[in-house]
């Protein structure tokens, strides 16, 4: 066991915070207020490097890994949660399983330009009446000649309206029990046909963009289809156990942004003060906001690392959101209550909304403990 980072992935995490101070931060606020979609400054990641450190460096990536990924995106979401849930899904939910099941041909055509943020993905699987139950969809794919005509609705779909390709699962097989019977393709959004509704007005990362998306008659190649036919769901839920860690390294960014935000409120108010709180009050509560932090990284580090090491990391990934989420939604509640009137207002205000999301996304908290539960009665304790 070695908890210390390597020197490469503590340059990554430096280079990224330089990269967040200086162009995420600036502007969160105003973009969140607009429901601005961070536009340029994911165009800025891409230049980074950022929107491919997933992929292999044959076709234009990084190929970082899970852990390091985890160090430069909670730079991001300290920063800013928006941009990094933008960012979050392009890597872990559209770019790898299109590594993972795609056609070598469409591998080679696109990823490069997918490494670079010149094109941005995303991932639909809830429906208006599926998500938790994913494996209930009703968007229909039927085959054609060489080509498969895609029909549905899905919702909450992160970039959906921004992204150029959406890895969209659908159902094949009509007959077969629910989760046998999906498959997954990758959608060209400029294909007839394919639409997208409002941007949703949500509570939180309202600087992102959530659509629905209506499929009609859209047609798909062959070569779209991602892996086996009526292999679909398995993918989804492969794909979700990076997509979970990706969520959790997201709340541990947003809380740490509450943390130093209150921090940095406090620096040198409460001798000034003095009446409201005593001083260790305050220092009591950051320690405990601190070690809040620090325990859901570790869970999120431990899971990033099993998935470098292709070890099976589902109740792993699970933990980790679990805690980080809950953690997440605590360190902001305090850091808002502890600001008093301030906490009205400003920074710890958007982090506390951006991070009730993190509880509902990529499978709600009580899905994870569904996970964690199951895992626990198979003997994984
Ligand atoms: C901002 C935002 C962005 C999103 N982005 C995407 C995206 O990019 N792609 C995508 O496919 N989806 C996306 N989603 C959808 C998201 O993953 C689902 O909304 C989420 O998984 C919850 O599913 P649901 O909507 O069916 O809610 P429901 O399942 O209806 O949840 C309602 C409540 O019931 C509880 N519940 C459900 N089932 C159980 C159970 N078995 N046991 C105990 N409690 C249960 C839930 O925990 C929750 O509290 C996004 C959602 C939001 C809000």
């Known amino acids: 066991m070695d908890f210390r980072l390597t020197n490469e992935q503590q340059a990554l995490q430096d ?77 872990s939910l559209f770019t790898v399983p299109v590594l993972t099941w795609g056609t070598e041909a469409f591998k080679k055509k696109y990823l490069p330009r997918f490494a670079t943020g010149e094109l941005l993905g995303a991932y639909a699987l809830t429906e208006p009446h599926s998500g938790s139950d994913a494996a209930a969809l009703s968007t229909t794919a039927v085959r054609d000649g060489d080509e498969w005509v895609l029909n549905g609705t899905k919702m909450w779909i992160t970039t959906g309206a921004s992204a150029n390709f959406v890895v969209v699962f659908a159902r094949t097989d009509k007959d077969a029990p629910n989760v046998k019977g999906i498959s997954a393709f990758v959608v060209d959004t400029d294909q007839p046909g394919f639409t997208c509704g409002k941007k949703e007005n949500k509570t939180g990362i309202r600087a992102s963009e959530t659509v629905q998306l209506f499929l009609e008659d859209v047609r798909v190649p062959d070569e779209n289809l991602l892996g086996e036919v009526n292999r679909g769901f398995n993918y989804a839920l492969e794909t979700l156990n990076g997509g979970r860690i990706g969520i959790a390294t997201q709340a541990v960014g947003i809380a740490k942004g509450a943390l130093d935000a209150a921090i940095a409120h406090f620096d040198g108010k409460v001798a000034e003060k003095g009446s409201v709180f005593s001083s260790q009050d305050v220092d009591f509560r950051f ?75 990529e499978g709600t908290t009580e899905i994870q403990r569904l996970v964690v539960s199951r895992a626990l009665k198979a003997g994984r304790g």
């Open 15 to 91: 280079e990224a915070r330089g990269f967040a101070d200086d162009v995420v931060a600036p502007g969160a606020q105003e973009r969140d207020r607009a429901h601005e979609f961070p536009r340029d400054v994911v165009r800025q990641a891409g230049e980074k490097g950022y929107l491919g450190l997933l992929i292999p460096e044959e076709y234009g990536g990084g190929s970082v890994g899970n852990v390091a990924q985890c160090l430069i995106l909670e730079e991001i979401a300290r920063a800013d949660a928006s941009t990094h849930v933008t960012i979050s899904v392009h890597n």
């Open 287 to 361: 320690a405990d906001m601190a070690t809040r932090i620090e325990a859901s990284r570790l869970l999120v580090w431990r899971a990033a690392q099993m998935r470098d090491r292709n070890e099976p990391h589902v109740r792993e990934a699970s933990m980790a959101k679990l805690v980080a989420s809950r953690s997440s939604n605590a360190v902001c509640r305090d850091a808002v209550a502890l600001l008093g009137p301030a906490g009205q207002v400003g920074a710890c205000e958007r982090m506390l909304r951006d991070a009730r999301v993190t509880e509902i996304y």
